[in-house]
């Protein structure tokens, strides 16, 4: 029954920000447990965990990614919001947001579920990086 939706800007230049929307249906963002993930996949290669935003509000990036990264939701709404700055051409992929487990973290930093723990995937959207 939970149901996610990924939107924006399919085409952003070298140098700006990416900025998407994930509206979810059918269950809060707020629920106690789950936590909701950006995970992105380029072309020819596998998923990449960016970062996820849990129902508390508590905040998590990918190392790779956190220096460029911003996750945040409207509970009013129910969406929840990625912001990828500085983007390149290797920031071109299909971006998802998905509903999955608590996030593991270490002293090395945090890493996302497995693709067999999200319960929940939204559709995708491909976001091309090109001037």
């Known amino acids: 029954q939970v149901q996610l939706q990924e939107s924006g800007p399919g085409l952003v230049k070298p140098s700006q920000t990416l900025s998407l929307t994930c509206t979810v249906s059918g269950g809060s963002i707020t629920t106690n447990y789950y936590y909701w993930n950006w995970i992105r996949q380029p072309p020819g290669k596998g998923l990449e965990w960016m970062g996820a935003i849990a129902y508390s509000g508590n905040i998590y990036y990918s190392p790779s990614l956190k220096s460029r990264t911003s996750i945040s939701r409207d509970t009013s709404k129910n969406q929840l919001t990625l912001q990828l700055r500085t983007v390149t051409p290797e920031d071109t992929a299909v971006y998802y947001c998905?509903?999955?487990?608590?996030?593991?973290?270490?002293?090395?930093?945090?890493?996302?579920?497995?693709?067999?723990?999200?319960?929940?995937w939204g559709q995708g959207t491909q976001v091309t990086v090109s001037s």
């Open positions: 998905a509903r999955g487990p608590p996030i593991r973290c270490s002293g090395y930093g945090c890493s996302g579920p497995k693709e067999d723990e999200y319960d929940y």
